[in-house]
């Protein structure tokens, strides 16, 4: 049985989302069929505005509204812009806000430096953060990039591009989960989690 | 291979990309069964059991249970971290190149013992913090030659007669060196030095372990990288892309690098 053309487009279209297979891209669009007409025009609506309402920060890099530039986050007076908190993507800054206890600034390098993908760092914000720590008013920059093996690359890549520039760097602590449990933890955390002990 | 549902291996991690909500797809390289792609559940979540062993370049032991499309991780323990290549970026870039060669030379499925004895050793190599420039270079010619692609560097690849102490040219088209009197007849060769030639063929009839005590001066290094980068990229058919940020980062500051 072909399917009449605009229900196949949409399908599709699903399918290419992350996590959407075939099976959950027809159920989606069999439901939005059935849904009031209004509800699927916001729908249609908001995924419109997605691109035509929203931009990259010119400061940090964060996604912000097009008519927001700089971002809320960097605007904010009460910020600490002192310090400058480094993460991969915009979702790691919606982590850690949520963990409440930075009140710095951000910047987003979207992406790790990964060579055997043939990401370097030209690929990413990194000439953009040497740029804005030369400018001056930066005193500590924390590299929150991801612990893994490409994280730690750029981290590194960072720290030697920023060397000579006067400003502290560091990096954020590894160590043991809340709720993990010692015995299936790896030799690196555990090894980084004792270097890392603090007295109680 | 057997029916049983699960199996266990030991592996290195080449490359991974971000799957579905928290799970992974990794490319590992096996002793027995050469280069596989399989799935690693939940490895993005902070609590997972298994995601500190799954990292980059990791020596692991794995149990596997076969899936339909991937086969899937069930335990993973790490035999060899190697995590100074975690604090040494010099090092770090070292070891993605060796991995992309690695991925780029094997088709799935296809045993080669011999390959993931080469990637440990120089992932030992590397881990121990010793020059990675000659260390490549020997991986190179050693990885070459276990994946069917040995350049031949005794004998003329045109007229089949032994090359002589002069200096030579080298065509990746023909797979080795070309003699100056048959240089003609070879298309896309470059000139190459006796003691290039030399070094490359000493490599190739040592073991890694001898190879690596060789010394090599260090514009013999840069003509060994350019000939066998030449020859790579012929049989790739495109540039190996972690080769780009190694130079970078390898060389000093104030010679262009960082």
Known sequence: ?200 | MSRERTYQTEAVVLRRRNWGEADRILTLFTPLRGKIRVRAVGVRKPASRKAGHLELFHRATLFLAKGRDFDIITQAETVEAYSPLREDLIGSAAASYAVELLDRLSPEESENAAAYRLLVRTLEQLSAGGDPALALRCYDLKLLEYSGYKPELSLCTVCGGEIRAEDQFFSPARGGAVCPRCADRAEGRFPVTLAALKVLRHIQRSELEEALQLPVGKSTLEELESILQRYIQYLLESPMRSRKFYSEVSRPRGEGGV
């Open chain 1, 1 to 200: 049985m072909t399917l009449p053309k605009p229900v196949s487009r949409l399908i599709e279209q699903f399918q290419r989302l992350p996590g959407v297979g075939p099976k959950t891209a027809s159920r989606l669009v069999y439901h939005l069929l059935r849904v009031p007409e209004e509800q699927a025009r916001n729908l249609g609506e908001a995924l419109l505005d997605l691109h035509a309402q929203t931009r990259f920060c010119s400061v940090c890099f964060n996604i912000t509204d097009v008519s927001t530039d700089p971002c809320a986050v960097c605007r904010d007076d009460k910020r600490d812009g002192s310090l400058l908190c480094v993460v991969e993507a915009p979702l790691d800054v919606q982590a850690v806000e949520r963990a409440q206890g930075f009140h710095g600034r951000y910047h987003v390098l979207h992406g790790a430096i990964s060579p055997v993908e043939g990401i370097g760092p030209e690929n990413l914000k990194i000439g953009e953060l040497v740029e804005r720590v030369r400018k001056g008013g930066v005193q500590e920059v924390i590299l929150a990039t991801n612990p893994s093996m490409e994280g730690e690359a750029t981290a590194m890549y960072i720290h030697r591009a920023l060397q000579g520039q006067g400003v502290r760097v560091t990096r954020l602590a590894r160590g043991l989960p809340v709720g993990g449990d010692l015995e299936y933890t790896d030799e690196t955390t555990l090894a980084k989690a004792l270097e890392g002990r603090s007295a109680m």
